[in-house]
């Protein structure tokens, strides 16, 4: 079945490292992608991790990646407030992408 | 490049009766996607058009909700008649192409809200 999990809120100083978490149940799924949501706002593809990859980095975004335990993560550096939103991570079963639930991300100063 | 359009951005409407979103995707884009995201969840897909052919609209409660994307190009998404549970935002998004890593990009959405 369908099932991308994530936790619901994370709540970072200004400055530390951020880390969300996300476990999926598609073995088969190709693309896993990490998403940024601001407020009134439509979604905005931050990276994403083909499924024969480990580890992906792009500036400040770490991507790890455990396929075995079906377990993905995002870590953001130096987090700034600019960071707060909700984040959502997503599996791509053949052209459709299953979103998770979306974990909140509160950075304060 | 533009981003992808939708509107109305906000819409407030009584149970049973009718709506429509209108979305405008980037140009070029043959890919074009119907989310619908209630508070507090992921988007989930409801339709997915190549061109103007409906490929995946396993999801879509065909009862009450109708889209179409006559010229390949803009899309319309019609509820009617509304309920409750239909209150959410309605996400659009188009992309290159379907396959591989071709990028999905949302609009802002459409606020919907039945009362």
């Known amino acids: 079945g369908e099932d991308v999990e994530q936790s619901l809120f994370l709540s970072v100083r200004e400055g530390d490292s951020s880390v969300i978490n996300c476990t999926y149940t598609d073995s088969s799924s190709t693309y896993l992608y990490w998403y940024k949501q601001e407020p009134g706002a439509g979604l905005q593809l931050l990276t994403y991790?083909?499924?024969?990859?480990d580890m992906k980095q792009d500036q400040r975004l770490t991507v790890l990646l455990n396929k075995k335990d079906k377990h993905l993560s995002l870590r953001i550096a130096d987090t700034q407030t600019g960071d707060s939103a909700i984040y959502f991570c997503a599996e791509k079963e053949t052209d459709k992408l299953i979103f998770g639930t979306g974990t909140r991300l509160q950075v304060f100063p | 490049e533009a981003g992808v359009a939708q509107s109305p951005r906000y819409k407030i409407i009584e149970k049973r009766q009718s709506v429509a979103f209108w979305c405008n995707p980037i140009?070029?884009?043959?890919?074009l996607y119907w989310y619908q995201q209630i508070l507090g969840q992921g988007p989930k897909l409801l339709i997915q058009f190549q061109n103007n052919g409906v490929v995946d609209d396993s999801q879509l409660p065909k009862d009450r909700f109708s889209a179409e994307r006559l010229k390949g190009v803009d899309s319309t998404l019609k509820i009617q008649p509304a309920k409750l549970e239909d209150s959410a935002v309605y996400l659009c998004?188009?992309?290159?192409?379907?396959?591989?890593?071709?990028?999905?990009?949302f609009g802002p959405g459409t606020r919907l809200l039945v009362l």
């Open positions: 998004a188009s992309s290159l192409g379907a396959g591989g890593t071709k990028t999905q990009y």
């Open positions: 991790i083909f499924s024969n990859m």
């Open positions: 140009s070029g884009h043959a890919t």
